[in-house]
């Protein structure tokens, strides 16, 4: 056997204690550009460096391309337009309320196409807490550190020609106000891609640490030297600075949803007098102080920047909307009613994304977040009639499933209960059996009424067995939550929908496939068809979305064997496309096909809990060899690092998740399925100050298999672990293998039931 050097690399020990310069902390394991080597038609994460703190109100990132193209920081383009203020969660459902600052020198340009600067990685720095760029153009450099909705800018500039910044506030509807006397710009930018009311508005002030030398506002037309205010459908403004004696200029900016006042409140609370090194140690304090819950020592030093990476990506979104009075209360802009309302908001998430692992690692380590996040939940129903499934802010018309019965059954099952439980039960039952409103297919039901009688939803529908599947599950969420409230009769009803799945499964094929309203099968079928009845996958994908009944769907597929074959034949049918009703490949194709794992597609969300199901069927060295193969071979800390969109959290919270051994395959349950855990040792600090540890021992890349396991010091044979017992502190030790152990934890007894059986004792 090929000897591997297995590099124990220990890094940053312990949270404030751990002595800086001996040892990294984890903020600068982590790399913003990992993803951004993208483009539309083929993806490595869609992301774009985002330079923020966990759950940001605001997020602030380099931009390549035009600010209408929401593919806006490309690795591979060589030109920067601005820094802007950014609240993007995909590219495929755009930014809103964004405006950018850019410095020039020696002339003033401040059309983006005009002020764009060449720029080169090698003169870029990026790191969660803290950005810098070299502006080779304008021979300037800018930097850049967060707060929640502030942040602090430098400007050095490197010779004494006329030094500027350039601020645009967009298209859409902006205005700026130049005050000199303060050294400041305060303004309004209006942009934004759906989902907001009339009234929107993002108001931003920002001051500057010296006198103005000159000022204007310009409009993509022309420059108006010595304007102090401008409003119009695209507006902007410029400073003119001295530099000689100082070339460097300092600037602080925060923005608010609610006012200007507010945006004066949020500047002076997170910024005040704090200096630009001050802002950066707070950031990054911030962002250690979080990444330290999880604590990974072995692996390569790349596993540990990918680990690491993951837990920022895990933790940018959802977005913070909410901001703090001048009691000290959140009260936020409400993008669903257009009033301003006390309490929490999040947003800018998809939880057709989120629902599988995002949400369920926020339960797990922040769950003072989560009890916030249901809160929103419950409040976007009072405000608009329905639970939200995709916000950026307001509901978006984009993906499928009602997944906040998802997060809320997880929250609660996970003993986060500091929300409206009646009024969440109040939304279930109401949106289950409500038809989707015309401007937006994503709340509610497409399909409901004939989903309620027949139990699927006919192919008339768009997508409709991949809804099909997931209203199941959501109905089976539905149902833990209403058993948790006593109400017996709700949860009957939706623990009988829960089995709905069983209507689209097809025996004569062996598949989930579409049906019509009279119950004919869709003709012709082909596994490898894309879209029709499914969403963004085929029939290879789709067939496994029965989170909540594993063990029925393996007697729906003919036995362990039988599901286990089935499971091969996934990754062993090779990567053929029928591009189906798309007409044309569409990336999710192009990326199962690069990844080449044959209809294994983990570059979209459908399947990424496929690889452990074979703990289900009792062939878990399987799931062990798989999971650790997609770690290892697609994930990478780098700008081309991911396998497909990485999804607001989802993509890295399947990392992390799998990284430490276990992976939540059915939130709304409290099991978490083993894999392979990729380190040799990771803590998992728990909110109450208990340690969970993960040690795997004689651990390394060729090393995937368990051979065994104790829990605590007993011997631990089964192939879950609960929430209970991760929460309760402890150890857990798995000796790792370099050939399957056919024989551990593959008994019945050893594998989870049924959930939704453990709901519906009675015999089908
Ligand atoms: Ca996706």
Redesign the pocket.
Known sequence: MKKICWLALVLWVGGNGGSRGATRPPVYLANPLQGTDSVGSYSHGNTYPAIALPFPMNVWAPYTQPQRDSFFYQYRQTRIRGIRQTHQPSPWIGDYANFALMPVSGRLVVREDERASDFRHESEEAQPSYYRVRLDTWQATVEVTPTERAARFRFTYENDAAAYVVLDAFAQGSRVTILPEASKIIGVCRNNNGGVPGNFSNYFVMEFDRPFAAFGTWTPGGVHEGQSQLAGEHVGAFVRFETQGNRVVGCKVASSYLSPEQAERNLAREIGDADFDTVRRRAEDAWNGLMGRLQVTGGTEEAQRTFYSAVYRSFLFPHRLHEWDAQERPVYFSPYDGQVHAGFMYTDTGFW?TFRAAHPLYNLLVPEVSGEIMQGLVAAYEQSGFLPSWSSPGHRDCMIGNHAFSLLADAWVKGITNFDARTALDAMVHDANTQAPSRCHSIGRDGAEFYQQHGYVPTRQREATAKTLEFAYDDFCAAVFALAQGRANDAAGFRHNAMNYTNVFDPQVGFMRGRDEAGNWREPFDPTEWGGPFT?GNAWHWTWSVFHDVPGLIRLLGGDAAFADKLDGVFYTPPVVNVGSYGTMIH?MTEMVAANMGQYAH???PIQHLPYLYNYAGQPWKTQARVREVMTRLYHPTPDGFC??E?TGQMSAWYVFSALGFYPVCPGTTEYLIGSPLFDRATIRLPDGRQFVVTANRNGPLRPYIESATLNGAAFEKIYLTHKQITAGGELVFNMTSAPNYKWAVEPGQRPGSALEALHPAPR
Do not use: A, R, Y
């Open positions: 994304d963004e999710e570059g979209n969300q497909g969109d999804d």
